[in-house]
């Protein structure tokens, strides 16, 4: 998975908690993003990084935020839980701009009750 | 969002056999394609990539056909093998902007 990890792999919560996902690479790319992957749909983009402190917004980005606080890592926090959340969320990392091949991580997979 | 979509849900193959799994795209303006796999519990992998000043482009076993007048796109697996059984789908971007994911064709194939 091109030297990226994320954590935790898999978490059940409760509606209304927040929840901070970790995603950390070792290749030292400056892109990363965030997607959330649904039955009957392509993976979607939540929010990406294009360096440190620089993010922004994607197609599905609201009840999202995200930080970069290190060139490794980048946390997407679900602020306040809601079950239009469940989903598997991926990280992925590119080299160059939005445009660039992106390589994924293995997936979180996140049960909202 | 842009309609990036496959023709099939599903398709099953024998081994040995080859596999062509397609897929549409909607915008005209798209000038960059990926093919990816997607095993049972794991991330998307990368397999191949094709950008619109070719229409064709092979690697290992696998070759990706673009149609730019229908804005279709193809991927042909030779002589699949079991360990080809995942779902594959294709991602489409123009210069500048996010990419779009297809929702997937599940490819099974029979021993």
């Known amino acids: 998975d091109a030297g990226i990890t994320q954590s935790p792999r898999h978490k059940v919560t409760e509606t209304g908690t927040p929840v901070t996902l970790r995603c950390h690479q070792t290749e030292n790319h400056r892109y990363m993003y965030w997607y959330r992957q649904d039955p009957g749909h392509g993976l979607r983009l939540i929010h990406y990084s294009y360096g440190v402190k620089d993010t922004d917004k994607g197609e599905v980005s609201d009840g999202y935020s995200v930080s970069r606080s290190k060139t490794e890592d980048f946390l997407l926090t679900l602020e306040s839980a809601t079950s239009s959340q469940t989903s598997v969320y991926f990280c992925?990392?590119?080299?160059?701009?939005?445009?660039?091949?992106?390589?994924f991580g293995p997936g979180t997979r996140l049960t909202v009750l | 969002g842009e309609n990036v979509g496959l023709h099939l849900p599903t398709l099953s193959v024998q081994e040995g056999d080859n596999s062509i799994i397609n897929c549409a795209y909607s915008n005209s303006a798209s000038d960059y394609f990926i093919w990816y796999k997607q095993e049972s519990g794991k991330g998307p992998q990368f397999i191949i990539d094709i950008r619109s000043n070719m229409d064709k482009r092979q690697g290992q076993r696998v070759t990706v056909l673009l149609n730019k007048t229908v804005k279709h796109l193809s991927l042909q697996i030779a002589a699949t093998q079991p360990g080809d059984s995942a779902v594959y789908f294709c991602a489409e971007t123009n210069t500048g902007n996010q990419f779009y994911f297809g929702t997937g064709t599940s490819l099974t194939v029979i021993p």
């Open positions: 992925a990392i590119s080299s160059g701009g939005l445009t660039d091949t992106q390589y």
